[in-house]
Each structure stands twice: as structure tokens, then as C-alpha cells.
């Protein structure tokens, strides 16, 4: 019996029907099944796909045929995937990749040419900064970093004619925000298209393109997955940005996703509003758990009133997010104590992941972008940055308390 994919693509509603609410796409959104009739999606692991025919190859590389031709172009199983993110964000489209790095490079690289000008948050995940950085004026383009809390700055970098603008809201480690849509307002009367990282927020607990982004990226690795298991990103936006200059980049230059971790997303998918909405409360919870310790000098959490930025999280988030900053006291040696005490919560620099993870930005993540710069974004030797899992918050709390008294044991006079 052959495979044949069959019409069925709940998520792009049929014109009259009521559109479905987000917990509904991340179960249904963009599956279609073979005419074997499987519940789950299928896993299509194949890199290439026959022909019935010479005519019929010659058909679809001619474009007047529809047919599956390569992974590196498309797969079956990365499509449905790309249909659920895409119908989870209300964008036009959306293309998978194999990282997000990969998904933010794509972005950039496709959109950009000798000669353009960049203006971009200078709080960026660390390999997003050295792509503007390092990477970008290497091809001839200017690129320019602005605090993205500072308007003003955003009102004189945008002064001038600008084809991209990239910002990350919030910002790791900070949890720092952009008022993304006056700074939208901004780009866009400069010429520029608007990419925005969306990776701490999340798809559920902020709606960029709603805010005035054109192009949305993910880090499916974190809360997509979600589970420490595969590597991933994905682009979101308009069907003619996506079609005419996203996808020729991606097909030539094939940083494709597998299609085996697109199945693995498609199922962490599954579990997303449940895990991020737990990971949400339990984050709260504790945020307001460390605030109330004396061993901590400051938290952010975007929804803790004390967070520089409130008033601005409540408009353009429905959630804090899953992320604690906190800064102890006692600097490095504090924060390291605090780390090898910890029994339950792991040492790693990944997030958005379903096992709590602490990590030191200092000596980590934002080791490379030097002590200046870490000055400049706050970043000091006691701030460390929590990813809250789905463990009972009441252990999470007990951990951090053993956590803390390390901290102050060893360093109290
Ligand atoms: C992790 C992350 C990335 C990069 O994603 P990878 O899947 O690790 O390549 C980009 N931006 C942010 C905000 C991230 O957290």
C-alpha cells in the first residue's frame, strides 16, 4: 500500500470556522495523516523522494508539479511542524532549521547585502552578538548596538536609513525588555524589517508579530522541545519574505532541520502550554521566593512589581516567563557555593528545559563578550540565571535554600 498525504490540516481554518485556540494547534495544528490513518505524525525519515515518472521529475523541477523533491528543500514530517509553529503564531509561514542559531543566521544572512546597516539590542544571546559583531561587518555591513531599554537610543540609531533591526525581549540573562512596538514604529519608518527573538518568551507568552515584528525566531531547543533532547530553530513571517528570500538561502545553503527532530518537536509541541504555563507559576512562585531572602541583593522576573520594567511586561506579555535572574551577595565566590550546592537543580547553560538548570553567566555564557561588556549589561560575578523546570516548586525551594545558606556560610565574617 503506498503512502499518500491526505488534505487534512487543522490550524489553517477553513474560512467561517472560529480559529482555534492555541492549546488546540499545539495538539492539531498542521498534522496531516498518510492513508494508513496514524494517530501520531508520521516520522518521515527519508533525504530524498522518487518520481513515477521521467515526466514527472522533469514536472517538478519545472514548478508545474507539485512533489516532493529533497529534504534539504522540504520533508513531509519538518512541514507539519512548520504549519503548527506557524499556525501557534498566527504568521503567514514559517521555515524550520536545524538550530536556532541557524534560524537567526538565516535571517540575517538572507535579508542583508554589502552596504546595508544593522541596528540591534545590545543585549543579545551570545552567538546572535558575534554574528552582528563580528560576522556581518566582515560582508560589509554596518551594524550598530543600542541599550535596548533606552527609546532615545532606538530614536537616533533608527535616524538613519536601516534594513534590519534584531532585538531580543526579554534578554537573557537580565530579563531586560525592548518596547517593541514603539521601537517596531521606529524600524519600520527607517526601512528596516523587524526580527525579533522570541526564545524566553516563548510562542504563548508573547505575541511578537502582533507587536510589530515582520519576522519571529525560535531557539526550538528550549521550550519547544523542552525535554533536552534535540537541537532546533525555526523563522516565522510573511509568505513573501518566507517564499522569495528566506527560502532560497535555506535550500542553497541547506541548514536543514532532521526530520527526526522535527518529529521530536512536533511532540514536545504536544506538551507545551501545559509545561510553560507550570514553569510559569512554579517561576513566580519563586521568584518572590528569593526576593524575600536576604542573600539576594536583586531579582527580575518581567512579572515581579520590583522589575524596572513592569508596567511594560504586563502590555506586551501575558506571562513572566520561565526564567529567574537573581544577583547574590558575595560575587563569584557566593555564586559558585550557591551552584555546588544544589542537589537537585543541574549546572547547565541550556533553558526552557523540563529539569530546573542554573548557570553562572559570568563565567559562562557571557565569559566571551568580556567584562566591560558584562558591566554594561548588568551581568555581575553574583548574578545567576534560573531555568525553572517542572519539579514541585516546594523542592525547587528547598534546593535554593540549601543553595543560599552555602552562600552566606561561606562567606559571612
Ligand atoms: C539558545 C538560544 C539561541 C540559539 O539557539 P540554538 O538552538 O542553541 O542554536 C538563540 N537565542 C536565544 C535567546 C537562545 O536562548
Same mark, same amino acid.
Given at each position: 500500500m503506498s503512502v499518500t498525504p491526505l488534505e487534512s490540516s487543522p490550524g !489553517?481554518?477553513?474560512?467561517?470556522d472560529r480559529p482555534l485556540r492555541p492549546a488546540t494547534l499545539l495538539v492539531r495544528g498542521g498534522t496531516e495523516r498518510s492513508?494508513?490513518?496514524?494517530t501520531s505524525e508520521a516520522l518521515f525519515l527519508t533525504s530524498g523522494f522518487v518520481y513515477e515518472s521521467a515526466e514527472q521529475a522533469e514536472a517538478t523541477f519545472a514548478g508545474t508539479e507539485q512533489h516532493w523533491v529533497y529534504s534539504r528543500f522540504g520533508n513531509p514530517t519538518v512541514a507539519m511542524l512548520e504549519r503548527r509553529l506557524a499556525a501557534l503564531e498566527g504568521a503567514e509561514a514559517c521555515r524550520m532549521t536545524a538550530t536556532g542559531m541557524a534560524a537567526v543566521n538565516a535571517a540575517l544572512l538572507a535579508h542583508l547585502k554589502a552596504g546595508d546597516r544593522v541596528v540591534a539590542s545590545r543585549a543579545l544571546f551570545g552567538s546572535c552578538h558575534w554574528i552582528v559583531s563580528t560576522l556581518l561587518p566582515r560582508f560589509g555591513v554596518e551594524t550598530v548596538f543600542v541599550e535596548g531599554r533606552d527609546l532615545d537610543a532606538w530614536r537616533s540609531a533608527l535616524s538613519s536609513p536601516t534594513a534590519l533591526v534584531l532585538l531580543e525581549t526579554?534578554?537573557?540573562?537580565?530579563l531586560d525588555l525592548v518596547d517593541l512596538p514603539a521601537v517596531a514604529e521606529l524600524a519600520h519608518a527607517a526601512g528596516a524589517l523587524v526580527v525579533v527573538d522570541n526564545v524566553f518568551a516563548t510562542p504563548l507568552l508573547q505575541r511578537p508579530l502582533e507587536l510589530g515584528a515582520d519576522v519571529v525566531v525560535y531557539s526550538? +531547543?528550549?521550550?519547544? &522541545?523542552?525535554?533536552?533532547?534535540v537541537l532546533g530553530g525555526a523563522v516565522l513571517g510573511r509568505t513573501r519574505w518566507v517564499e522569495d528570500i528566506l527560502q532560497p538561502f535555506l535550500r542553497n545553503t541547506g541548514p536543514a532541520l532532521s526530520p527526526f527532530n522535527a518529529w521530536v518537536i512536533l511532540k514536545g509541541m504536544e506538551t507545551l502550554a501545559l509545561r510553560v504555563g507550570a514553569m510559569n507559576t512554579s517561576a513566580a512562585r519563586i521568584a518572590a521566593f528569593l526576593e524575600a531572602r536576604?542573600?539576594?541583593l536583586a531579582v527580575r522576573y518581567?512579572?515581579?512589581?520590583?522589575?524596572?520594567q513592569y508596567a511594560l511586561a504586563q502590555r506586551l506579555m501575558t506571562g513572566g516567563g520561565t526564567l529567574v535572574t537573581f544577583e547574590l551577595a558575595g560575587g563569584k565566590e557566593a555564586a559558585f557555593r550557591f551552584c555546588d550546592a544544589l542537589k537537585l537543580v543541574d549546572i547547565s547553560n541550556?533553558?526552557? &528545559?523540563?529539569k530546573s538548570l542554573i548557570t553562572?553567566?559570568? !563565567? !559562562? +555564557?557571557?565569559?566571551?563578550?568580556?567584562a566591560d561588556e558584562r558591566a554594561r549589561l548588568g551581568i555581575g560575578d553574583g548574578v545567576l540565571r534560573l531555568s525553572v523546570g517542572l519539579e514541585d516548586p516546594a523542592d525547587l525551594e528547598d534546593d535554593l535554600a540549601r543553595g543560599l545558606n552555602a552562600a552566606r556560610e561561606g562567606g559571612a565574617p
Open positions: !489553517t481554518a477553513s474560512p467561517g492513508n494508513f490513518r496514524e526579554p534578554s537573557n540573562p537580565m526550538c +531547543t528550549k521550550h519547544l &522541545d523542552g525535554q533536552g533532547r536576604r542573600e539576594v518581567p512579572f515581579a512589581p520590583s522589575h524596572p541550556n533553558l526552557g &528545559d523540563a553562572h553567566p559570568a !563565567t !559562562t +555564557t557571557h565569559y566571551r563578550i568580556g
